[in-house]
């Protein structure tokens, strides 16, 4: 049986993912087989396992760190927001439906089962399970009902560390009013806090460390620095989304500049964060007209609700920006939901989203409809014959995984109604626009888990979209979407090329693991974890 440790925080975004992914790294390097672990991650950047299987890539880095191939056991239960108050559910990789919160919180503890089995099936194959928690355990309105904080520690009997985010302010009030809050069993699980995310000279930080310990009767087992390392973040709290897309050099905006369009549901923005290892390459994630500028490729990403966030777009005057930058030349590139609004039309007659019919935005003549099974496989395959500034794709190798709802295909109609951008009924007004050119498509591809060939993804001037997440992941990939741009610009700058991503990631691990140990006492961790 695996011995278990557990890394909760004083609330979201405290560094719990990181410090877990640490551990993980670090362990792996003391010879122990290790597993990451979260009993329920909400998060709209999610990852396909080898079965074909959905879950949270927090999980996956943190797997990554431990030097395992990540399984669905390791999350075995997903939310993913669709709204305010609902979240779609997926249970061991699986899409259990759509649910308001509410609803969910009535069953989640029916789930339990569901949890032990995946965490059991863990403990038999690894020496160590590092389990993250969720946002705080002092959520008082929500404890009876938890499966994540507490209520996980408990049925993993797992010793906790608590850590708490120095950087916002205020960080012991965090931590003691944390513990404050629990019950004495809960308290007791405690074992030792962290202080993350520290900046200055530690000895002034001294006095307070006591001062915690001697009210809490815990020890703190580190006051961890803010560590500049290159990993994924989790969700849409991520820092690197309030970025100013500067270079990390000279602090401005680079040769090559990439806009991401920050939707409001944006997921799997992982996408784009190979972009930032290359020097001469900045990587902006803008919301507003105003901060859009003229960047050389704007990228549309994923989305959790592709119609609502096209809105948004319509609304705020972005999809206008868009393609008043197409006409100018700008390359623009749409990833799975980003892909979706690049065609003529988007259906939801299943009511998957929104329902309806709306107008998409008319730059590559295809129409996608929504069906209520989920597509989720890994691919391998090669970029097709492309033509306009990335015309440096044609035949370089790509892979990936796919997860979405829809089904895009080339514009069979000669006409198509003109509709309510708001409403998405058909005008009074009715438009009418010809299908003029089938887009070519853009992958040759083959599921790597049934096998199936096919062609996908779609191109026309320079207008590129594809369900394929990562698809930049790969060296060449992303060297020749550099390489192209710098040739469009007629740059005589030396401008970097991509390292291998997976072993640009490897190094920040070891980067990481190198932090911790210089500020965490593992011998005191050490401890807890076998139970001293």
Not at 150 to 178: E, N, S
Not at 387 to 395: K, R, T
Request: aromatic share 6%; with cysteine; hydrophobic share 40%.
């Amino acid at each position: 049986m695996a011995k278990a440790i557990m890394i909760q925080g004083t609330m979201s975004n405290v560094g719990k993912s990181v410090i877990a992914a640490g551990l993980c790294r670090i362990f792996r390097q003391d010879g122990y087989r290790v597993a990451p672990f979260k009993s329920q991650n909400m998060a709209l950047n999610s990852f396909i396992t080898k079965e074909g299987l959905e879950m949270g890539r927090a999980q996956v880095m943190q797997a990554e760190a431990a030097g395992v191939e990540p399984v669905v056991a390791m999350n075995p239960i997903l939310l993913k927001p669709t709204n305010d108050i609902g979240s779609q559910v997926i249970v061991n990789g699986e899409v259990l439906g759509t649910m308001n919160a509410r609803d969910y919180f009535k069953m989640k503890k029916s789930l339990i089962p569901d949890i032990m089995k995946a965490y059991e099936s863990l403990d038999r194959e690894y020496d160590i399970i590092v389990i993250e928690g969720a946002g705080s355990p002092a959520e008082i309105n929500l404890k009876q009902d938890d499966i994540v904080n507490m209520g996980m520690a408990k049925l993993a009997d797992a010793p906790v560390l608590l850590v708490g985010d120095i950087d916002r302010g205020g960080v012991f009030a965090q931590l003691y009013g944390t513990t404050e809050l629990l019950e004495q069993e809960e308290k007791k699980r405690i074992k030792g806090l962290i202080i993350n995310k520290f900046r200055g000279d530690k000895s002034i930080l001294d006095p307070g460390v006591e001062m915690l310990e001697n009210l809490t009767g815990i020890p703190v087992v580190g006051v961890t620095p803010y560590l500049h390392v290159s990993l994924e973040d989790e969700d849409s709290l991520s820092e690197r989304l309030e970025g100013e897309g500067t270079t990390q050099d000279s602090g401005k905006v680079a040769l090559i500049d990439l806009a991401v369009i920050r939707l409001p549901r944006i997921s799997n923005f992982t996408d784009f964060n190979v972009f930032e290892s290359i020097e001469g390459v900045s990587v902006r994630y803008v919301s507003s007209v105003r901060d859009l500028g003229t960047p050389d490729l704007i990228f549309l990403p994923g989305t959790k609700n592709t119609m609502r966030d096209l809105l948004w777009l319509r609304q705020n005057g972005l999809e206008a920006a868009i393609l008043k930058a197409h006409q100018a030349g700008t390359v623009i590139f749409g990833i799975c939901g980003g892909y979706q609004m690049l065609g003529r039309t988007i259906t939801d007659a299943e009511g998957v989203e929104e329902g309806g019919t709306i107008r998409g935005m008319g730059l590559l003549d295809m129409d996608t409809v929504f069906e209520s099974e989920k597509s989720r496989t890994r691919i391998e395959g090669i970029f097709l014959s492309t033509e306009g500034v990335l015309s440096g794709l044609s035949g370089v190798p790509v892979r990936g995984y796919e997860i979405h709802m829809g089904r895009s295909s080339p514009c069979q109609r000669e006409t198509f109604d003109s509709l309510s951008s708001q409403t998405g009924s058909s005008g009074s007004d009715t438009q009418k626009a010809h299908c003029k050119t089938v887009p070519q498509s853009l992958t040759s591809i083959q599921d790597t888990i049934s096998g199936v060939k096919k062609q996908e993804g779609a191109w026309k001037d320079n207008v590129y979209g594809t369900y394929i997440h990562g698809v930049f992941d790969r060296e060449e990939v992303c060297t020749a979407v550099v390489r192209s741009l710098a040739k469009a610009k007629n740059l005589t700058e030396e401008i970097g090329t991509s390292m291998d991503f997976a072993a640009f990631k490897e190094t920040q691990y070891d980067l990481l693991a190198d932090g911790l140990r210089a500020n965490l006492d593992m011998d005191a961790i050490y401890h807890i974890l076998n139970g001293d």
